[in-house]
């Protein structure tokens, strides 16, 4: 009798578990596809921005926008916060999309080496410092690379120069079909440095994280005594040789105004302490 009654608890115990786990299968099943992102500010397109509205997505798909757009009773309700902004599509925030080279399509110029253009004045001493360097002039706008990102729901894109220690500016493009020329949002947008290390066989400077930390810090003491030689010289010229001028020089007080932030880049995760911690 036990033992009948311990088989017919055990079938009663499983039949409840698979009840329990169909009705849990069906509610994940018709969990709300409706969503609505409210009190938040939208750009519909560029320039065009609504500075309170609401979103409506519907099965993943973006059903209504405006101003005096109402959730559906249905929907899910996600507020908005204070510093929320909806875009109609993902941003890439530090890419490297159109610089890799790809036959057929044209070089987009070497990642931090030179990109055809004639340059002003001499390059500077470490091959790894290259500020004047422009991803603008490396991208390559036909690479298959932006049509894979649009395709998986990118529209923009932050594009960062590949290699060095003072990498060069970055770009802002749009990743749509258009002529190059239309796709450029933004051509100078930040300078980029990393503490990028070259192996100890390449014979090249700096080979230790230490070494690039040494690198930064050096190159922007010679670009502020740079800058204090070019207010002399502006000023009084007398007795005074001309400061000279290297194609870093540019970007580089460009830095030191306040007229380019900087992008840091971090290849492993002591880089943003360093950084922070030698006040870089």
Do not use: C
């Not at 709300?32 to 921005?49: E, H, N, Y």
């Not at 999309?97 to 500077?124: F, I």
């Amino acid at each position: 009798m036990n033992q009948i009654s311990g088989t017919f608890n055990f079938r009663t115990l499983m039949r409840g578990l698979f009840v329990m786990w169909a009705v849990m299968a069906t509610a994940h099943a018709e969990a709300p596809r409706i969503f609505a992102i409210t009190d938040v500010r939208i750009v519909t397109a560029p320039g065009q921005v609504i500075d309170s509205g609401t979103v409506v997505l519907r099965d993943g798909l973006i059903e209504s926008v405006g101003a005096d757009i109402e959730a559906p009773s249905d929907a899910r309700i996600i507020a908005g916060q204070d510093d929320w902004t909806v875009y109609p599509a993902f941003i890439d925030a530090a890419s490297a999309v159109g610089l890799e080279s790809e036959s057929g399509n044209g070089p987009p110029g070497r990642p931090g080496g030179g990109n055809g253009k004639p340059q002003l004045g001499s390059p500077h001493e470490l091959q790894a410092v290259h500020p004047e360097q422009a991803a603008v002039d490396q991208i390559n706008f036909a690479h298959s690379s932006i049509e894979r990102h649009r395709e998986i729901g990118f529209a923009v894109a932050h594009v960062l120069p590949a290699k060095g220690v003072f990498r060069g500016e970055s770009a802002t493009i749009l990743l749509r079909e258009a002529p190059a020329r239309e796709l450029v949002i933004t051509d100078r947008v930040a300078q980029v440095i990393a503490l990028e290390t070259s192996s100890f066989m390449a014979r090249q400077y700096p080979s230790s994280s230490i070494g690039a930390i040494a690198a930064v810090r050096q190159t922007f003491l010679d670009a502020q005594q740079q800058l204090e030689w070019n207010a002399r010289y502006a000023a009084d010229p007398s007795g005074m040789r001309h400061p000279g001028y290297r194609s870093s020089d540019a970007p580089l007080l460009a830095v030191l105004r306040g007229e380019r932030p900087v992008a840091m880049v971090t290849p492993e995760a002591l880089s943003d302490k360093r950084a922070s911690a030698y006040s870089l």
